[in-house]
């Protein structure tokens, strides 16, 4: 089932007690949930998540805000679910959503099992927390998107790890012009903590770990393959 543009709610009451639309818990069967290009998540989700039976396989949710609960609410999605994608902001490199509630503590072993790919994007992270992620046993793709701060100790910190599942890791750098220049092509919009060198560090770890690197840092590390035909920031 999926939502579209700009869509804020679900046809629900907050406490789900709308005889017409009232869905009880672990009732429906579904497998793939999408919310594309909404203005903002609201807390009636919640219900969705509880009423989905296990054998749930996908969630995705892109939008600008949501609701301070959604992090805590994400305990209800059943641990079947083994793709996870969910990006707050656009893909403009300053952030323009609103306040994201901390997924610091939501993707762990015990609530997520069974995920094989998550792909987040947004300020949901600390990006203390990014090596917590390769615990996820099943994990083999991780993709960490525009506006979630990176470091680059982190980042090391998650390719060291003994046993890693993940297998693909795509990191996204934001890009814009350099305002001191006329016509100038886009150039990386670096973190505080994750820059050119630290670029290159991780891309080396990836290389020891056996982990494939894709996503915009391939650009901005010129690691990219300029014969493809990507739009590449390169010049």
């Not at 949501?66 to 083994?82: H, I, K, N, Q």
């Amino acid at each position: 089932v999926g939502f579209g543009r700009n869509y804020t709610g679900m046809p629900l009451s907050l406490d789900n007690t709308l005889p017409r639309y009232r869905l009880e818990p672990r009732s429906w069967t579904l497998t793939t949930v999408t919310f594309d290009e909404m203005s903002e998540v609201g807390p009636s989700i919640k219900h969705l998540f509880a009423s989905l039976k296990p054998g749930f396989k996908r969630l995705r949710i892109e939008a600008l805000r949501c609701y301070d609960g959604l992090a805590r609410d994400m305990a209800l999605v059943p641990s079947t679910v083994e793709i996870v994608d969910i990006n707050f902001g656009s893909r403009c490199w300053i952030y323009d959503g609103g306040p994201i509630p901390s997924f610091d503590n939501v993707f762990t072993p015990a609530r997520f099992p069974h995920l094989k790919h998550l792909h987040i994007g947004g300020p949901l992270l600390d990006a203390t927390h990014i090596p917590s992620l390769g615990d996820l046993p099943t994990l083999k793709c991780l993709a960490l998107g525009f506006h979630l701060p990176l470091s680059g100790a982190a980042l090391l910190s998650l390719l060291e790890k003994g046993s890693l599942p993940i297998k693909h890791l795509a990191l996204q750098i934001c890009a814009g012009p350099d305002p001191t220049r006329r016509k100038a092509r886009p150039r990386p919009r670096w973190h505080a903590e994750f820059g050119a060198a630290d670029a290159r560090t991780v891309w080396r770890a990836a290389e020891r770990a056996g982990v494939e690197i894709d996503g915009s840092i391939t650009c901005a590390i010129k690691k990219c393959d300029l014969a493809d035909g990507h739009a590449c920031w390169r010049e």
